[in-house]
């Protein structure tokens, strides 16, 4: 018998009942507006920024309407200009070089290794073109974050870390989102956190921090912030920052809060998961396993595998092979852009020069997700197909035991 799955890859789970209830309070009293408080009331956005510092160890977090605005919002508050450089990954999803595109600023990409991560080398080669680096850390897969910080601060290059994916992950030891100047988050539902859409920055620095406040479309009630510095910070930057609103509502607060509460423990959920599919994956002929850096603490809500070097047509034939048994993979080496999976080069707006080995291993990349809604014996019945079906295509290319 030929074994099926007929789970859904892009369902998550509920909301927590804690969340449902906080939500339904948040509608039966009508203030959804973050600075629509009652007296003496602390609005729930203000107390999940108080949260979201915690969390990561942050002095300072803003939430916001989306994770691609915490991006062009960090960029603003680091007074990043139209026309400015601004370096990110090639391989990452379209709303990173989006948030440098939304400035009018210049997305300038840097390749990809086998690992998934950043090009170092790469990185260091470009590393005069510009002063900030947009760092995605594209499906949760970290660098070495203490020589990419090296070859950062040699050139004066700020960070801003994309932690769409990396939010609950660590860098020895360290939250990611806490290695460069400004760490940025989503909880768009398909992330770690789930409030449909919505937002996190976090940093250190008391005047980013009130820049992006003020960006954020505080009007002058910066004051309601638990999170924020204090006003004599205001004073200085309230003049010239302009209001470009992207706020969190109090709705999307109360949703989010119980779900950070949580989120240690559904970071076990997930790599329960995850090694699950990478064992049952192991040792499968022409397909690598991406090993993850053991410095690194990771998410495992999805997982990718590189098919290298396969002849052309043959990973499209993986493809519809797994996906006639209900495993959807999704492929960044597509000659066009499908579904969420785009790549630099689809990016017609930020002409980049050919990356030939980045082209080589995005051509291989197979990525799927993993919700939680997802058993462990659903995960392992998902391997099996995988494994028999690239086994199959492998076979038929005539490449075994090449
Ligand atoms: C989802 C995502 C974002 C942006 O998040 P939104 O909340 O959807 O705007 C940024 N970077 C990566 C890598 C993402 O996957």
Known sequence: MTERFTGSFTQQEPIPEEGIEAALSVLRHGRLHRYNTAPGEIAETALLEEEVAALTGARYALAVASGGYALACALRALG??????????????????GAIASLGAVPVFVGVTEALTIDLDDLAAKAGEAGVLMLSHMRGHLCDMARLLEICDAAGIRVVEDCAHTMGATWEGLPSGRHGVIGCYSTQTYKHANSGEGGFLVTDYEEIAARAVMLSGSYMLYDRHRAAPGPEVFERVKYDTPNISGRMDNLRAAILRPQLRALVGQVARWNARYHVVEQGLRGTPGLTVIDRDPRGGFVGSSIQV??????????????????????????????????????????????????PASDRILRGILDMRLPLTFSEEDCALIARIIRAEVGAVWQASGRAGS
Not at 80 to 97: I, Q, S, Y
Not at 306 to 327: Q, S
């Open 306 to 355: 590189l098919l290298l070097d396969w002849p052309d047509g043959t990973i499209p034939e993986v493809l519809r092979r797994c996906a006639a048994r209900g495993v959807e993979l999704k492929w960044f080496g597509g000659a066009e852009p499908a579904g969420f999976t785009s790549r630099y080069d689809s990016w017609r707006y930020a002409p980049s020069d050919p990356m």
């Open 80 to 97: 990043v200009k139209p026309g400015d450089r601004v370096l990110t990954n090639a391989f990452t999803l379209a709303p990173v070089p």
